[in-house]
Protein backbone atom coordinates (compact mmCIF):
# COMPACT_ATOMS: atom_id res chain seq x y z
CA UNK A 1 0.00 0.00 0.00
CA UNK A 2 1.23 3.39 -0.65
CA UNK A 3 1.46 6.58 1.24
CA UNK A 4 1.28 9.73 -0.74
CA UNK A 5 3.00 13.31 -0.06
CA UNK A 6 2.67 16.69 -2.41
CA UNK A 7 5.03 19.12 -2.82
CA UNK A 8 5.33 22.29 -5.11
CA UNK A 9 3.19 24.40 -4.20
CA UNK A 10 3.60 28.17 -2.83
CA UNK A 11 2.58 31.47 -4.12
CA UNK A 12 2.56 32.54 -8.06
CA UNK A 13 1.05 35.71 -9.62
CA UNK A 14 -1.19 35.25 -11.95
CA UNK A 15 -0.18 34.25 -15.32
CA UNK A 16 2.66 32.02 -13.78
CA UNK A 17 3.47 28.58 -13.34
CA UNK A 18 3.72 26.09 -10.93
CA UNK A 19 4.78 22.03 -11.00
CA UNK A 20 3.30 20.05 -8.27
CA UNK A 21 4.79 16.55 -7.09
CA UNK A 22 3.17 13.98 -5.06
CA UNK A 23 5.68 11.53 -4.00
CA UNK A 24 4.67 7.95 -3.50
CA UNK A 25 6.17 5.53 -0.80
CA UNK A 26 5.60 2.00 -0.23
CA UNK A 27 5.14 -1.11 -2.92
CA UNK A 28 2.88 -0.65 -6.31
CA UNK A 29 2.32 2.67 -6.96
CA UNK A 30 2.45 1.63 -10.62
CA UNK A 31 -0.75 -0.04 -10.35
CA UNK A 32 -2.90 2.61 -9.20
CA UNK A 33 -4.92 4.91 -11.39
CA UNK A 34 -3.63 8.79 -10.11
CA UNK A 35 -5.30 12.23 -9.79
CA UNK A 36 -4.96 15.50 -9.08
CA UNK A 37 -8.52 17.24 -6.52
CA UNK A 38 -8.35 20.79 -5.29
CA UNK A 39 -10.18 22.49 -3.04
CA UNK A 40 -10.77 26.05 -3.05
CA UNK A 41 -11.99 28.12 0.06
CA UNK A 42 -15.47 27.74 0.64
CA UNK A 43 -16.12 25.28 -2.15
CA UNK A 44 -16.30 21.25 -2.41
CA UNK A 45 -13.47 19.48 -3.52
CA UNK A 46 -13.12 19.00 -7.30
CA UNK A 47 -11.21 16.70 -9.84
CA UNK A 48 -8.52 18.52 -11.74
CA UNK A 49 -6.73 15.80 -13.41
CA UNK A 50 -6.27 12.29 -13.76
CA UNK A 51 -4.32 9.54 -15.23
CA UNK A 52 -4.93 5.58 -15.70
CA UNK A 53 -1.74 3.05 -14.99
CA UNK A 54 -2.27 3.01 -19.21
CA UNK A 55 -1.63 6.61 -18.96
CA UNK A 56 -4.87 7.71 -20.17
CA UNK A 57 -5.36 11.34 -19.15
CA UNK A 58 -8.57 13.28 -18.20
CA UNK A 59 -9.25 17.04 -17.34
CA UNK A 60 -11.60 18.93 -15.71
CA UNK A 61 -12.63 21.58 -18.69
CA UNK A 62 -11.87 24.60 -16.17
CA UNK A 63 -7.66 23.38 -16.73
CA UNK A 64 -7.99 21.78 -19.83
CA UNK A 65 -4.96 23.04 -22.42
CA UNK A 66 -3.45 24.54 -19.03
CA UNK A 67 -2.25 21.59 -16.74
CA UNK A 68 -0.42 18.56 -18.00
CA UNK A 69 -0.69 15.01 -15.86
CA UNK A 70 2.13 12.91 -15.66
CA UNK A 71 3.26 10.35 -13.81
CA UNK A 72 6.66 8.65 -13.74
CA UNK A 73 7.03 4.78 -12.30
CA UNK A 74 10.20 4.50 -11.80
CA UNK A 75 10.32 7.22 -9.48
CA UNK A 76 6.75 6.25 -8.31
CA UNK A 77 5.76 10.48 -8.75
CA UNK A 78 2.98 11.72 -10.16
CA UNK A 79 3.05 15.27 -11.66
CA UNK A 80 1.16 18.18 -12.72
CA UNK A 81 2.31 21.27 -14.14
CA UNK A 82 -0.21 24.09 -14.06
CA UNK A 83 0.56 26.97 -16.68
CA UNK A 84 -1.02 30.31 -16.97
CA UNK A 85 -2.56 30.21 -13.38
CA UNK A 86 -5.28 32.29 -12.47
CA UNK A 87 -6.70 33.41 -8.74
CA UNK A 88 -9.56 31.10 -9.45
CA UNK A 89 -6.86 28.46 -9.03
CA UNK A 90 -6.16 29.20 -5.57
CA UNK A 91 -6.86 25.86 -3.64
CA UNK A 92 -5.51 23.07 -1.88
CA UNK A 93 -4.22 20.50 -4.49
CA UNK A 94 -4.08 16.84 -3.37
CA UNK A 95 -3.90 13.69 -5.06
CA UNK A 96 -5.33 10.50 -4.80
CA UNK A 97 -4.50 6.78 -5.53
CA UNK A 98 -7.23 4.14 -6.74
CA UNK A 99 -6.83 0.50 -7.14
CA UNK A 100 -10.07 -0.27 -7.52
CA UNK A 101 -10.09 -3.82 -8.22
CA UNK A 102 -8.44 -3.96 -4.41
CA UNK A 103 -11.04 -1.45 -3.35
CA UNK A 104 -8.35 0.95 -1.99
CA UNK A 105 -8.29 4.73 -2.08
CA UNK A 106 -5.56 6.79 -0.53
CA UNK A 107 -5.01 10.75 -0.06
CA UNK A 108 -2.16 12.75 0.20
CA UNK A 109 -2.39 15.78 2.63
CA UNK A 110 -2.57 18.57 0.41
CA UNK A 111 -0.49 21.69 -0.83
CA UNK A 112 -1.33 25.06 -0.89
CA UNK A 113 -1.20 26.90 -4.53
CA UNK A 114 -2.02 30.58 -3.94
CA UNK A 115 -2.52 32.87 -7.02
CA UNK A 116 -2.28 36.45 -6.31
CA UNK A 117 -0.63 39.57 -7.20
Known amino acids: QVQLVESGGGLVQPGGSLRLSCAAS????????MGWYRQAPGKQRELVAA???????NYSDSVKGQFTISRDNAKSTLYLQMNSLKPEGTAVYSC???????????WGRGTQVTVSS
Open 51 to 57: ITTGLST
Open 26 to 33: GSGFRFYA
Open 96 to 106: KADRGVLGISL
